[in-house]
Each structure stands twice: as structure tokens, then as C-alpha cells.
């Protein structure tokens, strides 16, 4: 890790392994899915050590505190060492992971694509009114 002051925003997410290309990590910022200490950036915003970011991606949202800098992007394990995340999202990440999955096991009968039976079922049905 270089000692660096300040460095790009989308560059860092980049380097932290948020985000597999910059370009990815530029139209995230540019489209609001990353605050820095609250406030909506643009992707050239510089980013501090001790700065917290908020991050959306997909489902889920994050929010990380800076620990390290690097422009470089390498290893998982040495991107884990560059942001900490704070308990608070952990804990709110988890949460709703759980409500996903037991919603996801709750289909109201009759919506959606259906099952083998039912498709069974319905092969059934067409092929006697033939």
C-alpha cells in the first residue's frame, strides 16, 4: 500500500473490490449509490482515511469506514485490510438477508410461474380437451 493523502473515490471503490472495473464504480457514484459522510459525490470526490462511505449494491447496503488507501487493485485479503464495516450494517445486512429468504418461501398459490405439479396438471387438462 502506497502512503497516500487523498485519492479518487470510484478509484478506491475499485481498489477495494466493491466494484470489478472503474467504470462500474464511476456510474455507482455518479448514479447516487455511494455517499461519502452523508452527501451524495461525484466520482472525483477525494477520499480521506477515517471517512465513511455508504454503498448500495443490489439488495444490500453498506456502510464502511475507511481504514487504508491504495490506487492499486490486489489481492481479496489485502482489499479487506483497506475499510472496516461498521457493526450497524452488519447487523442491518443480516436482517434483511433473513426477511428475503422468508419472503422468498412464502409464494401466494396460484402466482407466479407454476410448479412441476401444476404444470403437470395443466398438460393434463389440455391434452383430454383435445
Known amino acids: ?3 497516500l493523502q487523498k485519492i479518487r473515490i ?3 471503490l ?3 473490490r466493491f466494484f470489478k472495473t472503474r467504470t462500474i ?5 455518479r448514479g447516487g449509490k455511494v455517499h461519502c459522510n452523508g452527501e451524495r459525490v461525484k466520482p472525483s ?3 480521506c482515511i477515517g471517512d465513511f462511505l455508504q454503498i448500495q449494491q443490489r439488495y444490500d447496503s453498506k456502510t464502511v469506514e475507511v481504514q487504508q488507501l491504495s490506487e492499486r487493485r490486489g489481492p481479496a485479503k489485502q482489499a479487506e485490510q483497506l475499510y472496516q464495516e461498521t457493526e450497524a450494517s ?3 445486512r443480516e436482517q434483511n438477508t433473513n ?3 422468508a419472503m422468498a418461501s412464502v409464494r401466494p398459490r396460484g402466482q407466479g410461474r407454476p410448479a412441476k405439479r401444476e404444470r403437470r396438471h395443466i398438460i ?3 391434452r383430454i380437451s383435445e
Open 10 to 12: 470510484d478509484k478506491w
Open 99 to 101: 426477511q428475503r429468504r
Open 45 to 47: 470526490h477525494p477520499v
Open 90 to 92: 452488519i447487523q442491518q
Open 124 to 126: 393434463r387438462f389440455t
Open 25 to 29: 464504480a464511476n456510474k455507482a457514484v
Open 1 to 3: 500500500m502506497e502512503s
Open 14 to 16: 475499485w481498489a477495494a
